[in-house]
């Protein structure tokens, strides 16, 4: 079975410019989640879908960072303009669905690096 | 404060030895889990466990619901068990994740 697919794996980009994420989780999971990771910290949830609805996207910074999942599959992030305090690994998860009892499973991670 | 405590952050320890990580919570769960990351690599689910124990291969971990308390053992620790170990709590309406930082185990030969 293939795992969660992310890419690019790494990206390097000035502050203010603009960068996407993809990710394409496990088929047939219905609940797809992107992480930050900062340095030295546990994931943090940025937003979580459940097909193509979101569920839970309170940690986004809308003002910068948007994701969207619209066939309910595979999924961008998006971060305009970038920020230093961006750079983190970004991780892309799915579960089969959102219950109690429900894996995630991780994909490889983007790491951005801001300069 | 962060909902989730780890202790240690990092633990140094010589192959064979037998290593503890423990967790504190302090939100009601559904679930608790334990997550392994090798530098540059992905996160590893290892357990998820509402209740007792559970054992897969040299891994161990235990959860006590009352105290809001579980903990990770490596038996006969090999340096191939060099990782983050992250502990997190599922809760909430949508089973959230909220993580601690992560403890750095490093096993030397």
């Known amino acids: 079975e293939a795992g969660v697919a992310q890419s690019p794996r790494y990206k390097i980009i000035e502050k203010r410019q603009s960068v996407a994420f993809w990710c394409n989780p496990i088929?047939?999971?219905?609940?797809l989640y992107w992480y930050q990771q900062i340095l030295g910290q546990g994931p943090k949830l940025l937003i979580q879908f459940q097909n193509n609805g979101v569920v839970d996207d309170s940690q986004l910074p809308k003002d910068r960072f948007s994701a969207e999942r619209l066939k309910g599959v595979d999924s961008t992030l998006k971060i305009q303009p970038a920020k230093l305090e961006d750079s983190a690994v970004y991780l892309c998860?799915?579960?089969?669905?959102?219950?109690?009892?429900?894996?995630?499973?991780f994909g490889p991670g983007t790491r951005l690096t801001v300069l | 404060k962060n909902e989730v405590e780890q202790s240690p952050q990092n633990l140094t320890a010589q192959e064979g030895e037998f290593i503890t990580i423990n967790c504190s919570y302090s939100?009601?769960?559904?679930?608790l889990h334990w997550l392994q990351q090798h530098p540059g690599g992905g996160i590893v689910s290892l357990f998820m466990?509402?209740?007792g124990k559970k054992k897969h291969g040299r891994l161990i971990a235990t959860i006590n619901i009352q105290e809001k308390h579980s903990s990770l053992h490596i038996t006969a620790s090999h340096p191939r068990d060099s990782a983050v170990y992250i502990c997190?709590?599922?809760?909430?309406?949508?089973?959230?994740?909220?993580f601690g930082k992560g403890t750095l185990l490093t096993v030397n030969p």
């Open positions: 939100v009601g769960i559904s679930a």
């Open positions: 997190a709590a599922s809760g909430g309406s949508n089973y959230k994740l909220t």
């Open positions: 998860a799915s579960s089969l669905s959102r219950g109690p009892r429900d894996e995630q499973f």
């Open positions: 088929s047939g999971h219905a609940t």
């Open positions: 466990l509402s209740s």
